[in-house]
């Protein structure tokens, strides 16, 4: 699948796809020799997570030290890399997750936030950030 898009980045000139790619690529190279055997689908999400989570921090420093180029290319960057990602959930639809395992785990407080991000990240499977899931998780705690 990257090769492929790789191939038809290059033949269309689009140097942004092809830089992220190739970087996309390396790291899933890395995670497959670190772990001696292919990705799973779940570990490719997670790998593709942790590069737009590098994004985002590149982005925030970028905003910071107000550097117009380098914000454009981070967020270009990341669009490349939502690509590689299922159709994200909505804020209701993460909610009702949320709130279905909270119920599912039996949590009445926020030192229960632990067991239910533990069953709740299996579920979102790269659908959402592990940042949006603990937010709306301490959100729902607070709550009860």
């Known amino acids: 699948m990257l090769q492929d898009d790789l191939a038809s980045a290059m033949k269309a000139g689009n140097d942004t796809k092809k830089w992220v ?6 790291a899933v190279q890395l995670a497959e020799v670190s772990k001696m055997q292919p990705l799973t689908e779940d570990e490719f999400l997670s790998t593709v997570q942790k590069e737009i989570k590098t994004r985002n921090e590149a982005l925030a420093d970028a905003q910071k030290a107000n550097r117009q180029d380098l914000i ?7 669009e490349v890399l939502k690509t590689y990602l299922p159709a994200q959930l909505g804020e209701e639809e993460l909610t009702e997750i949320v709130r279905q395992t909270i119920t ?3 949590a009445n407080s926020l030192k229960d ?3 239910v ?3 709740l990240l299996p579920k979102l499977q790269g659908r959402a ?3 949006d899931a603990s937010r709306i998780v301490k959100e729902e ?3 009860a």
Do not use: F
């Open 141 to 143: 705690l607070n709550k």
């Open 21 to 26: 790619i190739r970087m996309l690529k390396s």
């Open 117 to 119: 991000m533990k069953a």
């Open 113 to 115: 936030m632990g067991n």
């Open 129 to 131: 950030t592990n940042s």
């Open 72 to 78: 454009d290319a981070a967020l270009a960057e990341i």
């Open 104 to 106: 599912e785990v039996s």
